[in-house]
């Protein structure tokens, strides 16, 4: 997931997905032109922290979060990208703000996360990380009156 200006839509998939790559890119080479709250990259937790997110956050708010938003398009290669709007991403942010999201998971039953029995030691500290990165980009987006923009690599 990467912010970026509602505009950068207009531009199409294609310029869009430029943006991913050279934002990447500024960040691997160490120059320092990707502000902290630009990425998130949540991988195979998406669905774990969406389950967990639903009963603090509503479903909707917590799918707009973790892994939905409008389709922009796809290369029929496995990449696709899919937005949410400035508006979408305030009403997201603000309801991560209203909830503490290391309790909501702490309390999440195991089985959310495709685990039975108990948790194993450490593992909601990644997790936390991951969510604490999306509530960073979250909050950095509305704040910048931005959209968000969700690459999706199979």
């Known amino acids: 997931m990467m912010r970026m200006p509602e505009e950068a839509l207009r531009e199409g998939f294609d310029a869009v997905v430029r943006r991913f790559e050279e934002a990447e890119s500024a960040s691997a080479d160490g120059t320092g032109g990707v502000p902290a709250g630009t990425f998130c990259d949540l991988g195979e937790e998406a669905w774990s922290l969406r389950a967990a997110l639903t009963p603090a956050t509503g479903a909707e708010t ?3 979060a973790t892994d939905g938003g409008r389709f922009l398009g796809d ?3 496995g990449t696709a990208c899919a ?8 009403g997201a942010a603000e309801a991560l703000a209203a909830i503490d999201v290391r ?9 959310v996360f495709g685990i039975r029995g108990s948790l194993p030691p450490g593992y909601l500290d990644s997790v936390w990380e991951q969510a604490e990165e999306l ?4 909050t950095a987006a509305a704040k910048a009156g931005e959209c968000v923009v969700k690459r999706i690599e199979e």
């Open 83 to 90: 937005y949410l709007t400035s508006a979408e991403v305030a």
């Open 62 to 64: 917590a799918e707009n």
């Open 75 to 77: 290369d029929e290669l």
């Open 135 to 138: 509530v960073e980009l979250f």
């Open 103 to 111: 309790s909501v998971l702490a309390a999440s039953d195991p089985s």
